[in-house]
């Protein structure tokens, strides 16, 4: 069975930071890229961040340039999203998708379940 599998989320204080990861089970990860969503409470889901299959392309939605920073480690089968001075704006559940393009849009194959990133006080 193809899956992705989202893990890392949590509760973190404003200025905080977490590291999201993105595994692959039943398929490999090398010929596709990852894309990162994300999608908070009454608002629509929006792209944070995607990745070439190779790792050479990354692309960032402007809100979280600077802050986040995505990497892939296809020997673990394995995307990372590194987020560092979250604010309570980044609260929502985040998502993983695997496709054949890097794109901020929702062209993607695969999906995962989600995690919940909560910034808060």
């Known amino acids: 069975q193809l899956q992705l599998v989202e893990s890392g989320g949590g509760l973190v204080q404003p200025g905080g930071s977490l590291r999201l990861s993105c595994a692959a089970s039943?398929?490999?990860?090398?010929?596709?890229?990852i894309g990162w969503f994300r999608q908070a409470p009454g608002k629509e889901r929006e792209g944070v961040s995607c990745?070439?299959?190779?790792?050479?392309?990354?692309y960032y939605a402007d809100s979280v340039k600077g802050r986040f920073t995505i990497s892939r480690d296809n020997a673990k089968n394995t995307v990372y999203l590194q987020m560092n001075s979250l604010q309570p704006e980044d609260t929502a559940v985040y998502y993983c998708?695997?496709?054949?393009?890097?794109?901020?849009?929702?062209?993607?194959?695969?999906w995962g379940q989600g995690t919940q990133v909560t910034v808060s006080s």
């Open positions: 990745i070439s299959s190779s790792g050479r392309r990354t």
């Open positions: 039943g398929f490999t990860l090398d010929y596709y890229a």
């Open positions: 998708a695997a496709g054949p393009i890097a794109t901020m849009g929702d062209e993607y194959d695969y």
